[in-house]
């Protein structure tokens, strides 16, 4: 009987223990699996957030980019590499410096002349159509008792030249027959109609330096009076041109003027040898010729090409009688071109440092112009460069410590700010 309540008590107990371990660990997967969740959603939401804060990052950095001036934004994009050119830095400093120049303008030409080619032109006796005088209005009448006239003065200058002339005027009023004389010549004898009329003839040879114009009327038909309002009256003159001029244009580049030989003017001359006259030629209003030219054949004139100008150059030709410049050409000879060189020597102990390798020597160059090609010759070897705006090289492998030479070669035209060969 003891043994039996004994064993329920165990019975008991164990169910007991069972049940409370079992509580137990459905407690822990139950804090387990709440953990779980929420781990897990803490993380959703970090997750969430942070592409949301990057997404906000990105449009207020778009957004910054568009309203900022342009200068700026350009400097802010502007990510280039340094070697090759398109960025800008600060002039290199060095407590050892070899070379620190300014070279300019470099011009490159693969010929060593240039030929201008102008178009033909005639150098012919013209003439041209020029007033004279001329008077506002005249009133002229005649009568039984009365008879009065008009007596106009003028004077001509050069008047030998006046090949022929016209008179023109325009009639307010007509009756009767006008009468119009130069220098006592009748030049007009009838009737006009009020209104414009057409011009009135005048030989050359009516002229005279000292000049009277004489306008009169008489009556007509069976009329006893006559009258005449003329107006706006102009006497022109076709004056013959006493030197015979012409004119021609051509452009010289950069190149042809930076280190020129010598420049000639070349043309055939279509003239009459018994007749022609002077012809004087001048280029950029300096005379480079004032003689008779050689009819029939090529005329070379060599003149200097220091009276050449950069672009635009004029030749202007002034011939005493008539000549045809047939296939006229200006040739430009360049020398060899000089290319600026520079010189430098390294002390010993300057160069035992680049023998052991803790300094180098470096060449640094910066350019006004873009898109620069070229060569540095140093010390009979080569280095292209091509850049926009400046590059840095190192040259230690050309160096030797005494008679360093470093040559600036285009290959097209190139404007260098500084050159800078220096230690580092």
Partial sequence: MANSKNTKKTIIKDTIKDTRKNTRKNNIRTNIRTTIKTTKTNQAQSTAGGALFILMLLIFMVLYLLFIPPAVREE???????????????VPESEYVYVEEQPGNLYYSAENSFKHNMPSTYLIERSENELLWSWNSVHVSSGLFKKDEASLEFSIDNVEEIQSGTMAFDVKEANGIIEILLNGQLIYNGMLDEGTVNPIEIRGDSFDAQNVLVIRSEPSGSSRTSEFIIENIRIFGERKKSMLEGTM?????????????????????????QTTGKLSIRINNQLIFDSVPACGNINLIEFSPYVLNNGNNMIGMVSESNIYIREPSVEVQIAEPIYPTYYFNIYDEEYEQILNGSKKVMMYLSFVSTDNKLEAEINGGLLYIETDDYIIRDITDFVKRTGNYVSLIPKKE?????????LE
Avoid at 76 to 90: H, P, R
Avoid at 255 to 262: D, H, L, N, Q, T
Avoid at 414 to 422: V, W
């Fill in 414 to 422: 190139t404007k260098i700010n500084l050159i800078k060969i220096y």
């Fill in 76 to 90: 802010i994009l502007n990510i280039s590499d340094e070697e090759d050119g398109n960025a800008s830095i600060d």
């Fill in 249 to 273: 244009n051509f452009f010289v580049y950069p190149e042809e003027i930076s280190s020129p030989r010598k420049s000639v003017l070349r043309f055939y001359a279509e003239c009459n040898q």
